[in-house]
């Protein structure tokens, strides 16, 4: 029950239940759509980019509590980045939870996220909304991202 | 289905001996997160008890060579095991003749073979290929490879909220035009058991073929492909607790005769020149190259054993099991059953209210519950209930009622956390 306790604490079912920013942006200048055919997760990113700046993020969709609340708590970060700050963080939240070498600590609020690292089959569903920005970040149209 | 109702019918029956059962599958007994393992993901794959594991064994230990292939003694031996397994497939299904069984690496790969081999070479642009709503993909996407490479037509019977065939537009579904019937037995995402003997009944009344995919059907109900009357009959070993990487395709005399090979090799030839080959007869005109020997010993040792507690006993415990978990289930608040056919095999697939399969999963495993959470290669019945995915406890005869409480209680937790 403890690593239990530590995947579903309190953030990660607070998220889930009321995620941020879950709406969608009609003026967005960028966005992808984000899918992992594994369980049938589907989300949608959209981003408005101004100077290098995010200025506004969100997301739309379903999928399990981590996939939503990762994605939740991702455009509470990602707001007011720049393009290289998000970039940096994707990178990391990334490394972290595959422990690719060069990932650094998650820290800050997106800590909770860690103990997704205990639990391999689930990690795709923590990084599916990172995959998805990071996808919409790099193209001007609406494009699409699977986690396999 | 009331509990009350359900003790009145008590089970076991005395010589149902679950503990001696439990002790043929070693991988049974352990703890999986510091809990004793419930393994209910047995329509994915079963597990396989000392018997088939021995008869691996032994067969590497003591006959292993290639078959067909040489003079000494142990390629004889190997070769008399193979067809020696064979020959129980044959008896399994009831088929008439061994040569009309090919040793395949499961239904997929069965699928595939009358794909392309039987219905490819027949089928012209505005023909027909009729499957349900309720098919595995293995029973789906190497027809739409055929429909793509000829210009025919896949068509679907639907189903209804149940999970049951609706076959009030069936006749008029079979028609001239319609070149093959491929249908399921039992359904893997909902545990449907169709009325396949009818099925076959009215497609033959019309002089179409019919292959049954009975990848679910084999670990729980008898079957007599010659009673059935279908032209194909296909299963996977594995989930018939059997090794993976076997399975077989069962077809009617005339017809395998009839189709070109497959796949190109040794085994399938008879002579080859660089101006003609000349193909093997049945069945080895479609097991090009070495097979998967000792996986057909461990499939024939399988049905031994199956058959040595009797198939007829098996599926009435596992009804039995199918109906304590669906009572106790249905108990409980917040549980949305997927999958309510009156004719069911051993199969609960369910929604935990505002709880994604996923995470259903991944707190089942915690408490040592294996269960599959996805959409179990169905994804039109994923679309039809408007869901992504179920989670889904599927029974063999070796689970337990203890198992069953281990279910109802990791599905509180869940609860519990998601409160
Ligand atoms: C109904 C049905 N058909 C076909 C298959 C495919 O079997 P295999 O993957 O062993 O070839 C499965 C396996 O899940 C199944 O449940």
Redesign the pocket.
Known sequence: MSDLRDLYQQVIMDHKKNPRNFREITDANHMAHGNNPLCGDALVVYAKLKDGVIEDVSFQGSGCAISVASASLMTEILKGKTMEEAEKLYDNVHKALTGEAGGGELSGKLEVLAGVKEFPARVKCATLSWHTVHAAMDSDHDISVTTE | MTQTELKAVPFPETDFDIEAIRRDFPILNQEVNGNPLAYLDN???SQKPVQVIEAVDAYYRLDNANVHRGVHRLSQRATDAYEGARDKVRGFLNAKLDKEIVFV???????NLVAQSFVRPQIKPGDEILISHI?????IVPWQMVCEQTGAKLKVIPMTESGELDLSDFDSLLNERTKILAI??????LGTINPIKEMIGQAKAKSIPVLV????AVPHIAVDVQDLDCDFY?F????MFAP?GI?ALYGKQALLEAMPPWQGGGDMILSVSFSHTEYNTLPYKFEAGTPHIAGAVGLGAAIDYMQAIGIDKLAAYEHHLLEVATAKLEAIDGIRIIGTAKNKASVLSFMIEDVHPHDVGTIFDQQGVAIRAGH???QPVMEFYGIAATARASFAFYNTEQEIDALVNAIKTTQELFA
Do not use: P, W
């Open positions: 329509a994915a794959s690496r499961g239904a997929t790969e069965a699928i098919e595995h993909h293995a029973n399921g037995h039992v359904s893997n995402a995919d009975g990848a679910q296909v996977s070993g594995h989930k993976t399975g179990h290669c169905a």
